[in-house]
């Protein structure tokens, strides 16, 4: 009963057989390869955006530390909340990747809202050449807490940063998930709201490994391109990432695997609910849940092959007296129905 993470979960069928595909004869290095063409094509198509400059990395990590240097200037400030994957799960890299930029962190929790942000972003520059400067906007979509933000609040936020001449960035590491949960589309959510550049997931949601880099202006490409090759993230047989990205966006493949994602946790959300002892964070956006269960329900859990992130508190915590905890559990597409619902029946037993 494996709900740790999306990134627990298998490639799916279809990219693994795009891979093997690739791996017949010789194609072009550096990113020059006919896969890439079709990637590039794809997601012009996809997101309305026949301008856009498209790469790929393999991790979400150099995905969004290469784009945001390309964004920012090292005498800038990034604009985050609190909860950011940049900020607590990125090693600095973001830092290191643009040379020295800070992260500014906005509101308390997962999710930015615009009238937050101006008023953080608004007197930053008051200490004039002895303090940052304004920099990028960066939001995750979905956001780490599971949480989407719709097409008005992502305007809103773009708004704002682009009152102060800044550019918005989404770390899209889950952005399949709000784009079938929201059921918009790409281009709504993103550039048409304001976005000036995005990471598009694929790792989480049945691809090896592979994220791809969109600059909806692509004034920034060449920069991009220096840095991901100076950044050692440059791959030379690109065709095996471009072939994973090409059979993740074909025939929606995408977002019918974030679909059934949101819907395996969908279904534990409404399995665990009536629970009694039971409570949720948040209603379920997405694919994650952040619900908060009785030490002994975990201990039960936990025994029976339950596998999920606790959230505030250490495994060890769950032996001791106190109360409920918080877990972070994370629906992929490939998860067995059956394991859902025996999870869900433990929990209730």
């Not at 891979?19 to 012009?44: E, F």
């Not at 059979?247 to 409404?270: I, P, T, V």
């Given at each position: 009963?494996?709900?740790?993470?999306?990134?627990?979960?298998?490639?799916?069928?279809?990219?693994?057989?795009?891979?093997?595909d690739?791996?017949?004869?010789?194609?072009?290095s550096?990113?020059?390869?006919?896969?890439?063409?079709?990637?590039?094509?794809?997601?012009?198509?996809i997101?309305?955006?026949?301008?856009?400059?498209?790469?790929l990395?393999?991790?979400g990590?150099?995905?969004?530390?290469?784009?945001?240097?390309?964004?920012?200037?090292?005498?800038?400030?990034?604009f985050?909340?609190?909860?950011?994957?940049?900020a607590?799960?990125e090693?600095?890299?973001?830092e290191?990747y643009?040379?020295?930029?800070?992260l500014?962190?906005v509101?308390?929790?997962?999710?930015?809202?615009?009238?937050?942000?101006?008023?953080?972003?608004?007197p930053f520059?008051?200490?004039?050449?002895?303090?940052?400067?304004?920099?990028?906007?960066?939001l995750?979509q979905?956001?780490?807490l599971?949480?989407?933000?719709?097409?008005?609040?992502v305007a809103?936020i773009?708004?704002?940063?682009?009152d102060?001449?800044?550019p918005l960035?989404?770390?899209?590491?889950?952005?399949?998930n709000?784009i079938a949960a929201?059921g918009?589309?790409?281009?709504?959510?993103?550039?048409r709201?304001?976005?000036d550049?995005l990471?598009?997931g694929?790792?989480?949601?049945g691809?090896?490994?592979v994220?791809?880099v969109v600059?909806f202006?692509?004034?920034?490409?060449?920069?991009?391109?220096?840095?991901?090759?100076r950044g050692?993230?440059?791959f030379?047989?690109?065709?095996?990432?471009?072939?994973?990205m090409?059979?993740?966006l074909?025939?929606?493949?995408?977002?019918r695997?974030?679909a059934?994602?949101n819907?395996n946790c969908?279904?534990l959300?409404?399995g665990?609910?009536?629970?009694?002892g039971v409570?949720?964070?948040?209603?379920?956006?997405?694919?994650?849940?952040?619900?908060?269960m009785?030490?002994?329900?975990?201990?039960?859990?936990?025994?029976?092959?339950g596998?999920?992130y606790?959230?505030d508190?250490?495994?060890?915590?769950?032996?001791?007296?106190?109360g409920?905890?918080?877990?972070?559990?994370v629906?992929?597409w490939?998860?067995?129905?059956a394991e859902?619902?025996?999870?869900?029946?433990?929990?209730?037993?």
């Amino acid at each position: 009963m494996q709900f740790r993470s999306d990134n627990y979960g298998p490639a799916h069928p279809e990219v693994m057989q795009a891979v093997m595909d690739a791996n017949q004869g010789y194609d072009v290095s550096y990113g020059d390869d006919a896969p890439m063409q079709q990637v590039r094509a794809q997601i012009r198509e996809i997101f309305e955006a026949p301008e856009a400059a498209v790469y790929l990395v393999a991790t979400g990590t150099a995905a969004n530390a290469l784009a945001l240097a390309t964004l920012a200037r090292p005498w800038q400030s990034l604009f985050c909340t609190p909860e950011a994957h940049i900020a607590t799960d990125e090693c600095n890299a973001p830092e290191f990747y643009s040379g020295g930029a800070k992260l500014t962190l906005v509101g308390a929790g997962d999710k930015m809202d615009a009238e937050t942000l101006r008023a953080v972003i608004a007197p930053f520059e008051a200490r004039g050449v002895h303090g940052a400067q304004r920099g990028p906007v960066s939001l995750t979509q979905t956001t780490e807490l599971g949480r989407c933000y719709t097409q008005a609040e992502v305007a809103a936020i773009a708004d704002v940063a682009h009152d102060f001449g800044q550019p918005l960035y989404m770390d899209g590491a889950r952005l399949a998930n709000a784009i079938a949960a929201l059921g918009c589309s790409p281009a709504d959510l993103t550039h048409r709201a304001g976005v000036d550049a995005l990471s598009l997931g694929g790792t989480k949601n049945g691809c090896l490994g592979v994220e791809a880099v969109v600059f909806f202006n692509p004034a920034r490409a060449w920069e991009f391109e220096l840095r991901r090759k100076r950044g050692g993230h440059l791959f030379s047989k690109n065709r095996f990432l471009a072939a994973q990205m090409q059979a993740y966006l074909s025939d929606g493949l995408w977002l019918r695997s974030a679909a059934a994602a949101n819907a395996n946790c969908a279904r534990l959300a409404e399995g665990l609910r009536p629970v009694p002892g039971v409570t949720f964070l948040h209603e379920p956006d997405a694919n994650a849940l952040f619900v908060r269960m009785p030490r002994a329900m975990h201990r039960r859990l936990r025994a029976a092959g339950g596998h999920y992130y606790l959230w505030d508190a250490e495994e060890a915590d769950l032996a001791r007296e106190g109360g409920p905890v918080l877990a972070r559990m994370v629906c992929d597409w490939s998860l067995p129905v059956a394991e859902i619902d025996r999870f869900v029946a433990l929990a209730a037993a």
